[in-house]
């Protein structure tokens, strides 16, 4: 069944409610368990005291042993107490009510949610029971010593059960935690190589256009020209990093229509044509026609194309460069290289983030990524992408 929208479920709600709202009906149904007639007298027992009738001392130990459960996870100590000193006195006086059920439901949730002053607690629940113990046997018609041995290891084992699911619960939290911190390391990491891919292909763009102009003087056209080219890659490089900063923002795309939350493949001439103005020579080829949905494909196409550019600039200037890309059925194919002929620093090396993000954000949709240096010199960024993985 789907509940209507707005109005959470049965479930949900009860788990909105105080945890001692949520205890109280278990403390309300042990309660009237103990007061049933066919129950009464059924309950534990030990030290072979004869059972006696209820009386008025019989409800208050009713009482004191069923409705502090209610408490248990919220005051704990309390409700351990409460229901301890309820089950001495259905002990002591003989009624052996259902009710003593509720003292191993109290220890295991001291165990439990008991946070300060675990050993004193337990040492005072130990030492209350050999009292309790020594009176019942002074009262009883000497019930062996192996009787409260035992029922004290089974109290025990009730409070070492609940120790065992507080450890649980604090190791269940530490695993949480661990996992947001990695979530929040992975997003770090992904944000670096956005802002990597966004602004090192502009700014690299700008400072070889830059340097071109200074050579430019004598020529008042090209200089203007190329001074313009720097201006509109800098506008570029303010779009592309609000576009950016609109994808980190978690509000992004939730009143904004049918704004691409990516770059599609299509914006890859426009890299072309910005990094022919920045004076590289570049021949773009694309092939086949892009699939409908292609996931996160096109984005990570985009950021090859982009990161390969801007290696060119910066290692190849001046050199012939090629881009193809083809639009398979299940994939996206990427291959740029240069011929080696232009100037700039012997290899494409730089820090190497850049391809290292690269080869990582391909293996995470499952395609290869390779680089190379061919026999006639230059250097080959080629990538298969499948399409159609989840964005």
Known sequence: MIARRGVPELPERWRRLDVTVRDLPFALLLLIASLLPA???????????????????????????????????????????????????????????????????????????????????LALASAAFVALSVELYRRGPGEPAAEFVTFYLALALAWGIGTWMRSARAAEAER????????????????????????THHVTAMVVQSEAARYLTADPDRLDRTLAAVGDTGRRAITDLRHLLDLLDPDHGTDRGTEPRT????????????????????????????????GSADLVAYRVVQEALTNALKYDHGGRTSVLVHHGERQITVRVGTDGTGTGAASPGGGGRGLAGLRERVGVL?????????????????????AGSPS
């Open 263 to 294: 770059p599609p493949v299509g914006r890859v001439l426009t890299l072309v044509e910005q990094t022919r103005r920045a004076g590289q020579p570049v021949e773009f080829t694309e092939r086949g026609t892009p699939a409908a949905a292609t």
């Open 176 to 199: 949480r935690v661990r996992v947001a911190e990695d979530a929040r390391d992975a997003e770090r990491a992904r944000i670096a190589r956005e802002l990597h891919d966004v602004v």
């Open 39 to 121: 129950l009464r007298g059924n309950g534990t027992e030990i030290g072979g005291l004869p059972t006696r009738p209820a009386d008025v001392l019989a409800g208050a130990a009713a009482l004191l042993q069923c409705l502090p459960l209610a408490v248990r996870r919220r005051w704990p100590h309390v409700c351990l107490a409460l229901v301890s000193a309820g089950f001495a006195l259905d002990q002591i006086r003989g009624y052996h009510l259902f009710a003593g059920t509720a003292l191993p439901v109290a220890l295991l949730s001291a165990g439990s949610y008991l946070e300060r002053y675990r050993r004193t607690t």
């Open 366 to 386: 499952g395609g290869d990524f390779s680089t190379g240096r061919p026999a006639g010199g230059g250097f080959v960024v080629e990538a298969r992408i499948p």
